[in-house]
Structures are given as structure tokens and as C-alpha cells.
């Protein structure tokens, strides 16, 4: 029988709890895509937690990264769900990025980076502009620490340009996002079990 | 009497003419709207000419970049108007920049690079998504060459995620984009008016 | 008499005081460049307070933006020294542009944004990569809310690629690097002389 | 027996050939660590081919986008190698990109799109800065017409900051580049042969 998936959804909100939030919409529905596909996901919103800035694993003294890390950890798939702030990812899903960083120095015994294997997707939501930039970013960054992106790999709403319409208070899902969420979900399972089943090789020496 | 302004809008879309654009159309609303600041304008549409790769003023053997380098290099305004295409800026803008890469090596006597006191502008459509990546990496190379950016110097169109209506066929301009043509406009002769009258110094040796 | 400009250094570095940083350095270096010009320089280093994530200019509660605010609004120069991590400005740099988001709904009587008339420049540094993308980036978003760019406005270092030296740890600052620091803190003091002297027009209605 | 895999590098340099490139260099040892594990490879200098602008798969009098698209067809892994100019990948990489568009629209009987079950990856080069920023609007755009992103898919070098030493001038390929370019063939290899043993289903309808 298959190794069950499963996913993580970093929810990087500017707004704590309980606060509505479209990008924790976003990624919820992403993961309920995902359960769809026979993914177990679970969901941190980053900013409810104390994060520390800096590029360790741990930068102690309270800091609530590393139960976080855990979660990483342990999901075949993270999802990094983002609203659009000045045209950019926000600063908590910035901030995620570079907690990650640390990954690159955490090796297993082939020598492979601690992300190797995983999958990487994003749920991007904004007023009007900026999810293609942003999904660059992302795909880069996380690709760096050793995410693969399966093909089409993003979910996205953003509203005409200078408008002031969020996702959250749209009368219903668009139908082409919502098809595009499934895909999103489908894909990354594909990959997810993909990788799960024949991991990659070590890096050359 | 205040020495007159002129403006050079680059059309950078892919399509020759005389087929229908939506940049050249927005590219002219901005010329229209430095028109009634007094400054005067003119438009090429680069697809139009055969400007040849390469990085330097003049790359030779029927390239048709020099011509319109005179008329950058006559303007006190330089404006792209560009679609976008993947999220990006065209290739014929990219190739526009790539082109006035060699005006750092083009020096007065003071040492100052060619496009010194001149003043860039952006004007900016698509169909969904990608305006603030295309105005930060404009602004970025401009600025790198030597324009100065205007505040808020940037009027852009795009519509809903996932979209595919082009701003050329709305049924009419929103107001939001007429009034921040309007604006973008207003700023750029005011910014290029100071700079004509009183230009940089000379840069550190 | 002309009157004096002062400028504003907000270092995005992650690390908090009294640790060594790369970008207070070349921020400093900027500030002390710009001393030259007669500038009246000061600096606040933004991981040293408690900046709360969102986009209203006081977001209470403790929130320390607000005292960092009003530094912003006193100075004609805003200086934004950040290093690069995962190829981007910190989250501490995109922070800050988050919080100075809210000033485009802080108009004067003309209805011109707070930020209008000041001028804003970059001072980057970084292990190997990245000071290009995070120029575009912090131009786009400060002149979004209302910032001018200088010609030639950004001085930066960075190493060969996939290397891990730190400008802090250079044996002495790169001529070049130093010429341009130079350069930037003329132009930035050319461009706020003129603008005090003659600010925008107020924004088409 | 598995089935043997192929590469195709699109050299995006600026210079004709025969003209040395940096970029050409650095796509051609990616090719030979993809031949060291057992993939055939071929390489097109774009710039000595007309593709004419626009995002049609065939833009017809004299186009020579479809041959090298056929090529683009056959392949199993794509190689995109630049160089950057202005910090961006050049007008010749985003002309590929803008051609790669039309193939949203070539779906198979299943209706997946034509790059789907191919893998991405990415040479860069440069004097001194921008491979960061490349490698995101490369991945965002190759992964948004449907290829996947094998971890740590890019390979590149560039220079100290404000250098102007190229690539192909070193006196020796340095080590941690030759390890890195390993690297990659061996992950777009160990990816593109687990998706062409199982494709991705369809999307979502």
C-alpha cells in the first residue's frame, strides 16, 4: 500500500487569529483539494506565532520557529499561501524563506538536504496585481533549499488593476480558480508520491 | 521663457503595425496627458524597426536602433509602454534596455552618462496580472542607465486573475487609470522641468 | 539660505544591535557620504523595535513604527540598507514598506500623499547575488507610495557567486563600491534640494 | 529497458555565432553532466535564428520558431542558458518564453498541455549580478506553460558586484560551479525519467 501524503499550508497573513484572512481561505481550499486527492494537510497561520528573524534552525529565546520546522519536516508538500502587499510576498512569508535557509546545512547521511523530496505549491491572493512576481519568488526561494515545483504549480486571485476587492469577499470562488485549485492539488500529489516512492540522488560531491 | 519638454513614448508591444494595441493605445493616453502639461510627444513603435541584439549603440549592418537612440537622446521624458507577456515585460522592451545599457559609456565632458536629467515613465497593460514586476525591473534598468524616476510615476492596466479581456477592447477607460495617467503626466514634467533647469552634478571620480 | 536636508537610514538587517551587520555599514557609509553633500544624516536599526506586522500607520498595542514614522516623515531622504537573503531584501525591509503602505492615505490639504517630495535610495549588500532584483523591488514600492529615485540611485556590493565573504569582512571597502556611495549621496541631495525647493503638483483629481 | 532521455539547451546569448559566450559555455558543460547521466543532448543558439515576436506557435513568413519548437517537442528536459543584462535575462530568453506561451493551447487527448511531464532547469551567467532573479521569472514562466522544477534546478555564476569579468574568461571553471552544474543534471535527470515513467494526470476540468 502507498505511503499516505501529506501537506502543510504556511498561511503568511499579516493578520493574526481570528482575524479573516483571503489568503488563509486560498490555502484552505487548496487543501481541501488535496484531501481530495488523498493528502492529510494541516495549516499554521506564521503570524500567530512568534518567529524570530535570522537564518538558524533555532535562534532560542522563545522563539517559535522550530515547532513550526517540525511541521515542515514532516509534510511531503507545503503550500506557502500569501496575500500581495506593495506588490510582494509580506514579510511573514519572507520571513519563512529565510528560516528555511538553514535547510541547506541540514544533511542526511547521503549528503541531501533536509527539504530534498519535497514538493512545493502557492496560493497567492491580492486587491489587484502582483501574484506572477510572487510566484517567482517563491518558486526560486524554495527551489534553492531543495523543493521541486510540479508543473503548474500555483493557484492565484488577484481583482482589476487598482482595485479594492478581496478574495474573501467575493460573492463566490471564480470557477477558473477554483479549477485551477485542484489542479494545483493534483499536481503536487502526483510529484509528492513520485519523489516519495524513488527519492532523489545525493548531490555531486 | 521655460525651455519646452518633449517626450518619447517606445511602444514595446509584439505586434506590428498597424495592428490594434492596447500599450500603444495607453502609451498614447500618457502622451495626451503630457500634451496638456506642454510637453510635446512622440511615439515609436519598436517592433516596427529592426533593432538588432547586442549592447551597444550601434551594432551595425541595417540596425535600426541609432535612429531612434536620437530621439531618446532628444527627449527630456522617455516613456515604455509595454504589455505583458508571461508575467513579464516584452522582449522588445528587454531589448530597448539592453540597448541603452551602452549610454553608461557615453559620457560629457563633466563625465555625466547620456541619460542624465532625463526623466522615465511607465505605462503598463495586460490581462491579468504582472504590472508592479514590470514597473520595478523599468525602474531598476532606467534608473541604472541614469533616468530619474517621478513619484508615483507609473499608470498600468490589468484585469481579474485569470482574465483576457485587453484594455483595448474595454468598453472605456476606467476612471482610475485616466486619472493616474493624468498624474503620472503632471509629475514627470514637473521632475523633468527641474532637472532640465538644473541639472546633476557629475558623478564621484 | 538654502535649507538643510537631513536623511534617514533605515537598516533592514536581521541581526539586532550590537551585533556586526554588512548593511549598517554601507549604510553608514551612505549617511556619512551624504554628510558631505551637507545632509544631516541619523539611523535606526528596524529588528532593534518592535515593528507589529500590517499596513496602518499605528497598529498599536505596543507597536514601535509609529516613533520610526515620524523619522520618516521628518527626513527628505530615506535610505533603506538591506542585506539579501534567499536573493531578496530582508523581511525586515519589506516590513517596513508594509507599514510606509499606509501613507498614501495620509494627504496634506492638496491631497498629495505624506511621502511626496522626498527621495529615496538603496544601500545592498550580500554574500554573492541579488542586488539588482531587490533595487527593482524597494523602487517600485517606495515610489509607489510616493518616493522619487535619483539617477543612478543605489550603491551595493555583493560577492562572486556561491561565495560567503561578507562586506564587513572585506579588507577594505572596493573602490568602486566606494566611488558610487559617493555618487548616490550627490545625487539623492541633488534631487531633495530641488524638490524641497519646488514639490509636486497635487495629483489629478 | 528504461527509456533513454534527451536535452535541449536554448542558448540565449546576445552574440551571434561564432562569437565566444559565456552562456553557450555554461550550457554546454550542463549538457555533458547530462550526458554523463545517459542523456543525449542538443543545443540552438537562438540569436542565429529569425523568431519573430508574438505568441502564436507558428507567426509564419520566415519564422523559425517552429523548428526549434519541434526541437522543444522532442525533449525531454529544456535548458534555458543566459546571460543577464541589466540584471534580466535577455530579450532572446524572454522571446522563448513568449513562443513557449502559444503551447498552453496545444493539448493532448487528455487535455494536458504540450511541455507537460518535462523538466526545467537553468544556466546563468553575468559579470556580477542577477542570477537570483533569473532563475525566479524563468521558473515562474517554464512552470506556468507546464514544466516541473527538479530541486536545486539551476546552475550559475557571476561575478563580484560592479566586476566586469565574464564566465568564459575565467582561468578555470570554479569548482563549487562544476559541482553545482553535477548537481543539476543529475536531479532534472532522476525527475524527467520518474514523469516519463508516470505523466501527471489532467488537470482539473
New interface residues.
Given amino acids: 500500500m502507498e505511503p499516505k501524503l501529506t501537506a502543510l499550508c504556511l498561511v503568511c497573513t ?3 487569529s481570528p482575524a479573516e484572512s483571503s489568503a488563509d481561505l486560498l490555502g484552505g481550499q487548496l487543501l481541501q483539494a488535496l484531501a481530495a486527492e488523498g493528502v492529510a494537510g494541516d495549516t499554521v497561520r506564521v ?1 500567530d506565532h512568534d518567529v524570530k ?3 538558524e534552525a533555532d535562534m532560542g529565546d522563545g522563539d517559535e520557529w522550530p515547532a513550526i520546522r517540525q511541521k515542515v519536516l514532516a509534510a511531503d508538500i507545503l503550500v506557502i499561501a500569501t496575500p500581495t ?8 512569508a ?2 519563512v ?2 528560516r528555511l ?1 538553514a535547510e541547506l546545512s541540514e544533511l542526511d547521511e547521503a549528503g541531501r538536504p533536509s ?3 519535497k514538493v512545493a505549491v502557492a496560493a497567492i491572493v491580492g486587491n ?6 510572487i ?3 517563491l ?3 524554495l ?2 533549499v ?9 493557484t ?7 482595485g479594492s476587492v478581496d478574495y474573501k469577499d467575493l460573492p463566490e470562488t ?1 470557477e ?2 477554483a ?2 485549485t ?2 494545483v492539488a ?2 503536487a500529489a ?2 509528492a508520491g ?2 516519495k516512492a ?1 527519492p ?2 545525493a ?3
Fill in positions: 499579516l493578520k493574526p503570524v528573524p535570522g537564518v502587499w506593495m506588490g510582494h510576498m509580506t514579510s511573514v519572507q520571513r524563506l529565510e535557509d527539504m530534498f523530496d489587484e496585481d502582483g501574484a506572477h512576481q510566484t517567482a519568488e518558486f526560486q526561494a527551489n534553492d531543495g523543493f521541486s515545483v510540479p508543473t503548474q504549480g500555483v492565484y486571485w488577484n481583482g482589476e488593476a487598482m471564480p477558473k480558480v479549477t485551477t485542484k489542479s493534483r499536481f502526483h510529484l513520485l519523489l524513488t532523489y540522488p548531490p555531486a560531491a
